[in-house]
T-cell receptor
Framework: GENVEQHPSTLSVQEGDSAVIKCTYS??????FPWYKQELGKGPQLIID?????GEKKDQRIAVTLNKTAKHFSLHITETQPEDSAVYFC??????????FGTGTSLTVIP | GAVVSQHPSWVICKSGTSVKIECRSL??????MFWYRQFPKQSLMLMAT?????????EQGVEKDKFLINHASLTLSTLTVTSAHPEDSSFYIC???????????????FGPGTRLLVL
């Protein structure tokens, strides 16, 4: 089955700096890669996703890049704000079927 | 995005009782829903896949008689924790698969989670 690894497990950045979280996957059949933000005591919220037919997608301060050859994808958050502090999970799946999650990254944005 | 609700948001029960958690897709029909369990500071662990009108598919190590899943309609799936024990205390999250996009554009939206505490 699919195996998703996520790094780093914790990340602290100064407000206004950029944050990058990286994930690798093992199954070349995976073609859908969402990113979720989870605040304490809440369910994961989809913040951005990318499909295997594109290499990059951007939504305001958030971007995701995908390297199919190397089987890795990354989340980029620019101009970080304190409200970006949360746990971020990457996932990989085939066509939105079973999601294989990374282990999560706890992001802290220091004011 | 789509909205998925869960009820209750938290529940405290005595050991040996059963607890039912509801998951609803509010603005779309979901033929497939998923149930996850999450321990503190850990990732989401898939428990089972719930398909409308058919039996749920459980992940290895998840007791189907312990965690009963029913997906009776296109907008509702329920998870019943039977004879709950303290080790069942956890954060339970459902997600619903959204097919409304173009073929191959499916995604999942998560509910807000249900925190279960078994005393």
């Amino acid at each position: 089955g699919e195996n998703v690894e996520q790094h780093p497990s914790t990340l602290s950045v100064q407000e206004g700096d950029s944050a990058v979280i990286k994930c690798t996957y093992s199954d070349s059949a995976s073609n859908y890669f969402p990113w979720y933000k989870q605040e304490l005591g809440k369910g994961p919220q989809l913040i951005i996703d990318i499909r295997s037919n594109v290499g990059e997608k951007k939504d305001q301060r958030i971007a995701v890049t995908l390297n199919k050859t190397a089987k890795h994808f990354s989340l980029h958050i620019t101009e970080t704000q304190p409200e970006d502090s949360a746990v971020y999970f990457c996932a990989a799946s085939y066509a939105g079927n079973q999601f294989y999650f990374g282990t999560g990254t706890s992001l802290t944005v220091i004011p | 995005g789509a909205v998925v609700s869960q009820h209750p948001s938290w529940v405290i029960c005595k050991s040996g009782t059963s607890v039912k958690i509801e998951c609803r897709s509010l603005d779309f029909q979901a033929t497939t829903m998923f149930w996850y369990r999450q321990f503190p500071k850990q990732s989401l662990m898939l428990m089972a896949t719930s398909n409308e009108g058919s039996k749920a598919t459980y992940e290895q190590g998840v007791e189907k008689d312990k965690f009963l899943i029913n997906h009776a309609s296109l907008t509702l799936s329920t998870l019943t924790v039977t004879s709950a024990h303290p080790e069942d205390s956890s954060f339970y999250i459902c997600s619903a698969r959204d097919y409304r996009g173009a073929r191959g554009q499916e995604t999942q939206y998560f509910g807000p989670g249900t925190r279960l505490l078994v005393l």
